[in-house]
């Protein structure tokens, strides 16, 4: 089994920056991808930006691009995503999820384990 803990999340101003953490414990050996994936109120929930554990280059939705930046930290089995330049419409609740495809997808279904998300509110 795989387990995911994210921590985080909060309130911030629009143009201010968040830093989310994922800690991923168990069975990780057999994990190749991590991933952050958003969900806000009544919409679905979107790829936000891949990484894997492996190395290579890390994957970004285009509305992560030049804002948000995913790394990892193998020692500490934790994957982060650094969010600069907050917008509204950021707001979400975010998740991380890890995969044992040998593939960086964008798509929810290729990860089999998932956090429990963390609230990332950006006020106007």
């Known amino acids: 089994q795989v387990q995911l803990v994210e921590s985080g999340g909060g309130l911030v101003q629009a143009g201010g920056s968040l830093r989310l953490s994922c800690e991923v414990s168990?069975?990780?050996?057999?994990?190749?991808?991590t991933g952050w994936f958003r969900q806000s109120a009544g919409k679905v929930r979107e790829f936000v930006a891949g990484?894997?554990?492996?190395?290579?280059?890390?994957r970004y939705a285009d509305s992560a691009k030049g804002r948000f930046t995913i790394s990892r930290d193998n020692a500490k089995n934790t994957v982060y995503l650094q969010m600069n330049s907050l917008k509204p419409e950021d707001t979400a609740v975010y998740y991380c999820?890890?995969?044992?495809?040998?593939?960086?997808?964008?798509?929810?279904?290729?990860?089999?384990?998932w956090g429990q998300g963390t609230q990332v509110t950006v006020s106007s």
């Open positions: 990484i894997t554990w492996s190395g290579g280059i890390p």
């Open positions: 168990g069975r990780t050996l057999s994990l190749y991808t």
């Open positions: 999820a890890s995969g044992v495809y040998r593939i960086l997808s964008a798509s929810d279904t290729d990860y089999a384990y």
